[in-house]
C-alpha cells in the first residue's frame, strides 16, 4: 500500500490521526494549490482545485500538528462529494 493510500485510508475511515503535512501531501497528490491569504493570514489556509473549483478552508492545527477529527470528517465529505475519492 503506498503512502497516499495509507493515508487516505485513515481519511476515510476516521480511524487513525491525520498530519496537516499528510494532508498537504494528498491534497497535492489530487491536484489541490494551498492558497495564504497573504502576508498576516496566520493559521488560515485554503486548498483549491483549479478544474473542479473547489475550496477547503481551514486552520492550521496547533499547537500540535495533527487535525481535528470535524477537520477531517469535513475534508473526507467534500472529497466524497466531488468524486475525488
Known sequence: MSKIQKILSRIV???????YAELTYVLARLDFEEIRTGK???????FWHRDKDIIIRLHKPHP??????????????????NKLI
Open 13 to 19: 475511515t476516521g480511524s487513525g490521526t491525520v498530519t
Open 40 to 46: 498576516t493570514s496566520g493559521s488560515r489556509v485554503a
Open 64 to 81: 500540535g500538528n495533527e487535525l481535528k477529527e470535524y477537520q477531517v470528517k469535513m475534508i473526507r465529505s467534500l472529497l466524497e462529494q
